[in-house]
């Protein structure tokens, strides 16, 4: 069950960490050599085609995460996680309680961001007249995303200090 668990997590990392990773390096500055409403209809339209695969995932490695630390060898009770417990190393793996921390305040913030992202692009899409398709651009929820992306590769990072010190 474990072994799965962990599978399950590392393929929607993959799922997650890929999609936003393809956006920047493929997506974008493919979009970027089309007219501005071209751009916004290739953008816009694979946007909302990852937006459910993206959300997924996350719900997919949050339940997964849930499930790495109480599965473990050296398991963790989702109570050490509300008590404070989990951050301190006399109470769990030294490795938990120096990695976790900035792990589950990475991912935190990597979600605000990805939230943000979706809901301002979605509000533009529903104040333009025309289709939602070539609605303009929202620059701050971009900006949002490409910080999420570093943020996700970061997390990325984290994650393996977190099992391997
Ligand atoms: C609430 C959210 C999360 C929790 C509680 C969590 C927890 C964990 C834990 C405890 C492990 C160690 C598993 C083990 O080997 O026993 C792990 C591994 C891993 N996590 Fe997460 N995780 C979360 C979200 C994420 C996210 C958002 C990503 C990617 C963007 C991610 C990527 C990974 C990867 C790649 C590994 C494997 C690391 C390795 O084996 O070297 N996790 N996670």
Do not use: C
Request: cysteine-free; hydrophobic content about 55%.
């Amino acid at each position: 069950m474990y072994f799965l668990n962990v599978w399950i997590h590392i393929l929607a990392a993959a799922v997650w960490t890929g999609g936003l990773i393809y956006t920047a390096a493929v997506a974008v500055p493919f979009a970027l050599t089309h007219p501005v409403d071209e751009r916004q209809r290739i953008l816009r339209g694979l946007g909302r085609r990852f937006r459910w695969i993206g959300w997924g995932s996350i719900i997919v490695l949050v339940i997964t995460g849930i499930g790495n630390l109480t599965l473990r060898l050296t398991p963790i009770k989702l109570s050490q996680v509300f008590n404070g417990d989990v951050f301190n190393p006399e109470k769990v793996e030294r490795l938990i309680a120096v990695w976790l921390p900035w792990k589950l305040m990475l991912v935190i913030v990597m979600i605000a961001l990805m939230a943000f992202h979706d809901i301002t692009s979605i509000q533009a899409a529903k104040r333009y007249e025309g289709s939602p398709d070539s609605a303009p651009g929202n620059r701050m929820g971009s900006r949002a995303a490409a910080l999420a992306t570093l943020i996700a590769i970061l997390v990325l990072y984290v994650s393996v200090r977190l099992v391997r010190g």
